[in-house]
């Protein structure tokens, strides 16, 4: 099943919750918490106390995507605020074993993240043991960028090795999605797909609405 996961960094925080709503109305199933430190990258966003507070309120799936160095020291905090699942780069962390090993170890589901400049080759001595690769198609750190179309070439090579290894791990597309270019990321062999402004920008259910026809006809 392909996944819609709307990105909260685009939402309007003054009113952070009826958002949150009006997506889940919509049909979506996923969250996208997207959790930034002001050194992996050069951007400040927010962490546990917003996650715990939207948690109270919604049952979504929380897909909190970690922008911050050496994550492993942060995952039982995460886990109690409320993360379903915690996706790391594999360019922050020192120990990616250990890291993915603490995140199980809180039962929660592990993703692993490439930036844009680095290969699919990161990730293959751990795909076996996480659960969703999350392919940045821009330079992680802000909201409403342009997707990279070089990255989608990554996104194919993973989908051919899944295919081709029969692996049960989902494979997400994070960056510059929009209605005009959501088909092209599905054919490239995306499964979960974060969209930030292509959701939050106007009107929200509308906006899910037009997504997810187009994943459904891509
Ligand atoms: C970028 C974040 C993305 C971002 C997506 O560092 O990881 O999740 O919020 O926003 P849009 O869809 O606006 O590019
Ligand atoms: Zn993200």
């Known amino acids: 099943m392909n996944i819609l996961a709307p990105s909260i960094l685009a939402a309007d925080f003054n009113i952070l919750g009826e958002q949150i709503e009006k997506v889940k109305k919509a049909g979506c199933k996923w969250l996208h918490i997207d959790v930034m ?23 979504l799936f929380f897909d909190v ?10 995952i039982k905090e995460f886990k109690a605020s409320g993360a379903d699942g915690i996706t790391v ?36 001595p751990y795909i076996h043991d996480c659960d969703m690769v999350l392919v940045m198609t821009v330079h992680p750190g802000f909201g409403g960028q342009k997707l990279i179309p070089e990255t989608l070439d990554k996104v194919s090579e993973l989908r051919k090795l899944i295919q081709s290894e029969g692996l049960d791990i ?16 599905i054919k490239a062999g995306a499964d979960t797909v974060v969209a930030g402004t292509a959701v939050f920008k106007g009107d929200i259910i509308k906006n899910v609405k037009e997504l997810t026809n187009k994943i459904e006809n891509a």
């Open 37 to 59: 430190d002001g050194n992996f990258v050069p951007s400040i966003s927010f962490g546990m106390p917003v996650i715990k507070s939207i948690r109270k309120k919604s049952d």
């Open 65 to 74: 995507h970690l922008m911050i160095d050496e994550p492993v020291r942060y």
């Open 89 to 124: 780069h594999v360019e922050a962390c020192s120990d990616i074993p250990e890291t993915i090993r603490a995140i199980k170890e809180e039962g929660l589901k592990c993703g692993l993240s490439i930036s844009p400049d680095t290969p699919v080759s990161a990730v293959l």
């Open 170 to 185: 989902r494979l997400e597309v994070d960056g510059g999605v929009t209605e005009d270019n959501i088909g092209q990321v």
